[in-house]
């Protein structure tokens, strides 16, 4: 199999967290690289899978939870301009 050189610019601690997660899962970064770029070819769409949300998603998830059982619903907004408005306030 021909291969071809891919230069890309990365945070070095995102290189080196991810190179740590691919090494334990028994991959190289390069080949997790090559089939995620196989996958956008093949489906025409990049998706990303959350297995664990972020620690700022769990902290709104939370506190949406919490405006909710007080009563505090946002949405659904018709028009637009009903939702900016609520954002801005």
Known sequence: MKTAMLNIKIDPRVKRDASKVAENLGFSLSALV??????????RAISFSLLEPSVLLKEAIRDTRA???????????????????????
């Open 34 to 43: 090559t089939a995620s770029l196989k996958e956008l070819v093949r489906q």
């Open 67 to 89: 405006l909710r059982a007080r009563g505090k619903s946002f949405g659904p907004f018709t028009p637009m301009s009903a939702m900016m408005k609520s954002l801005r306030s």
